[in-house]
T-cell receptor, first 115, second 110 residues
Framework: DVKVTQSSRYLVKRTGEKVFLECVQD?????MFWYRQDPGLGLRLIYF???????EKGDIPEGYSVSREKKERFSLILESASTNQTSMYLC??????????????FGPGTRLTVT | QKEVEQNSGPLSVPEGAIASLNCTYS??????FFWYRQYSGKSPELIMS????GDKEDGRFTAQLNKASQYVSLLIRDSQPSDSATYLC??????????FGAGTQVVVTP
C-alpha cells in the first residue's frame, strides 16, 4: 500500500511565524503535490514537484515556497504565516513524468490554524 | 466555467439503493479520470480510476466514462451508511494538470 505521511495532524502558529509542513512518501513516486482545502473552495493546488529539486507553481503559490531535496520528501514552507493561511493542507504523491501523472495518493492532512 | 463540475448535493440515498454521481469536464483532451471518497475531517481516498471509455467495476463501485460527452459517473450499489461521504471527481487534463471537482455529498439513510 502507498503510504504518505505528514509531519503533524494539527498545528497552531502565530501570525508572522515561519511554518514548515513536511510530507514523506514511501513508494518511490516521482510526483508530489501540496494542496489546501477550504470549505466551499475545494482543493487548490499550491505547488507540485515532478523530480528532486524541481518545482512548479500551482494555482495559489503566493505566500508559500517548497523544497524537495530527496525524492521521498516534499516540504511546504509558509515564509510568514498569516491568518488567511488557516486551512487544511494536504500532501499527495503519484507515479509519473513531467507529462504524465497517474493516481494521486493523499496523506492524512495537516489542519493549520494561524492566530 | 469550472474545469470539472459536480452537483454539490446532498444526495440522499436509502440504504441498499444505488447512488449515482455525475461529473462533467471541459477539456476534451483529458486523459485520466478518478473518483475519491472523503469523510468529514479526513483526506481524500482513491476509490476508482478509469482511463478508457466504458464501464469499470470494483466491488460495489462502477465508474463509467464517456469521452465524447465529456462525463464520468460513479455508481455505488447496495449503498451502506458507511458510504456517507463527499465524493470528489478528478480529471488529469491535456495541460498536465489535475483538476478536482468541488465534490458531491452523499447521505445514506437507514
Amino acid at each position: 500500500d502507498v503510504k504518505v505521511t505528514q509531519s503533524s495532524r494539527y498545528l497552531v502558529k502565530r501570525t508572522g511565524e515561519k511554518v514548515f509542513l513536511e510530507c514523506v512518501q514511501d513508494m518511490d513516486h516521482e510526483n508530489m503535490f501540496w494542496y489546501r482545502q477550504d470549505p466551499g473552495l475545494g482543493l487548490r493546488l499550491i505547488y507540485f514537484s515532478y523530480d528532486v529539486k524541481m518545482k512548479e507553481k500551482g494555482d495559489i503559490p503566493e505566500g508559500y515556497s517548497v523544497s524537495r531535496e530527496k525524492k521521498e520528501r516534499f516540504s511546504l514552507i509558509l515564509e510568514s504565516a498569516s491568518t488567511n493561511q488557516t486551512s487544511m493542507y494536504l500532501c499527495a504523491s503519484s507515479l509519473g513524468t513531467p507529462r504524465r501523472s497517474y493516481e494521486q495518493y493523499f496523506g492524512p492532512g495537516t489542519r493549520l490554524t494561524v492566530t | 466555467q469550472k474545469e470539472v463540475e459536480q452537483n454539490s448535493g446532498p444526495l440522499s440515498v436509502p440504504e441498499g439503493a444505488i447512488a449515482s454521481l455525475n461529473c462533467t469536464y471541459s477539456d476534451r483532451g483529458s486523459q485520466s479520470f478518478f473518483w475519491y471518497r472523503q469523510y468529514s475531517g479526513k483526506s481524500p481516498e482513491l476509490i476508482m480510476s478509469i482511463y478508457s471509455n466504458g464501464d469499470k467495476e470494483d466491488g460495489r463501485f462502477t465508474a463509467q466514462l464517456n469521452k465524447a460527452s465529456q462525463y464520468v459517473s460513479l455508481l455505488i450499489r447496495d449503498s451502506q451508511p458507511s458510504d456517507s461521504a463527499t465524493y470528489l471527481c478528478a480529471v488529469y487534463d491535456s495541460w498536465g494538470k489535475f483538476q478536482f471537482g468541488a465534490g458531491t455529498q452523499v447521505v445514506v439513510t437507514p
